[in-house]
T-cell receptor, first 111, second 111 residues
Framework: QKEVEQDPGPLSVPEGAIVSLNCTYSNSAFQYFMWYRQYSRKGPELLMYTYSSGNKEDGRFTAQVDKSSKYISLFIRDSQPSDSATYLCAMKQTGANNLFFGTGTRLTVIP | SQTIHQWPATLVQPVGSPLSLECTVEGTSNPNLYWYRQAAGRGLQLLFYSVGIGQISSEVPQNLSASRPQDRQFILSSKKLLLSDSGFYLC??????????FGPGTRLTVL
């Protein structure tokens, strides 16, 4: 079983839709959770960073962590064509150096 | 603000040739540094990380090596490239918190 599972998509939505991206994980020791956005042929860009359970909002983006279910989500409101990218979830344990990544979900927002 | 540079941006090398990829970070001191590889359709695989000059930890045994000759310089090398070494190589850094920030990447094609 992989440490982190992420639906690879692809996911296509019309402009203005609400997008939900999700990851599940198996290691209950993960405490730090991140979402990265990666445009084609570019390095990943950190979008959201949360610690433990709860919600975090930044503009049109909301990250949710449910540690009891080992499930994290990223919601994108009022999606724009510029949101078209691959979204990677990542997580780590306290004191560890390495991040565990999902394989990424490819999102296309259609104008 | 912090900036991370990688070069070259793209590289095409024959099988059996040597490799040297360079990563430098500006605007921070004593960062943790990381090398990842991202193969097509797959997630990010951590190759090496470093917590200080001359301190290298290898996550995956292979024909690659890493060195950190200066605080903000991280080098990925190989003496003889294999076809399977093709991929997108990403350097990342983290500070005292747990967020990792990625460089623009180097796309390596081994023919």
């Amino acid at each position: 079983q992989k440490e982190v599972e992420q639906d690879p998509g692809p996911l296509s939505v019309p402009e203005g839709a609400i997008v939900s991206l999700n990851c599940t994980y198996s290691n209950s020791a993960f405490q730090y959770f991140m979402w990265y956005r990666q445009y084609s042929r570019k390095g990943p860009e950190l979008l959201m960073y949360t610690y433990s359970s709860g919600n975090k909002e930044d503009g049109r983006f909301t990250a949710q962590v449910d540690k009891s279910s080992k499930y994290i989500s990223l919601f994108i409101r009022d999606s724009q064509p510029s949101d078209s990218a691959t979204y990677l979830c990542a997580m780590k344990q306290t004191g560890a150096n390495n991040l565990f990544f999902g394989t990424g979900t490819r999102l296309t927002v259609i104008p | 603000s912090q900036t991370i540079h990688q070069w070259p941006a793209t590289l095409v090398q024959p099988v059996g040739s040597p490799l040297s990829l360079e990563c430098t970070v500006e605007g921070t001191s004593n960062p943790n540094l990381y090398w990842y590889r991202q193969a097509a359709g797959r997630g990010l695989q951590l190759l090496f990380y470093s917590v200080g000059i001359g301190q290298i930890s290898s996550e995956v045994p292979q024909n690659l090596s890493a060195s950190r000759p200066q605080d903000r310089q991280f080098i990925l090398s190989s003496k003889k490239l294999l076809l399977s070494d093709s991929g997108f190589y990403l350097c990342a850094w983290s500070g005292h918190n747990n967020e990792q920030f990625f460089g623009p990447g180097t796309r390596l094609t081994v023919l």
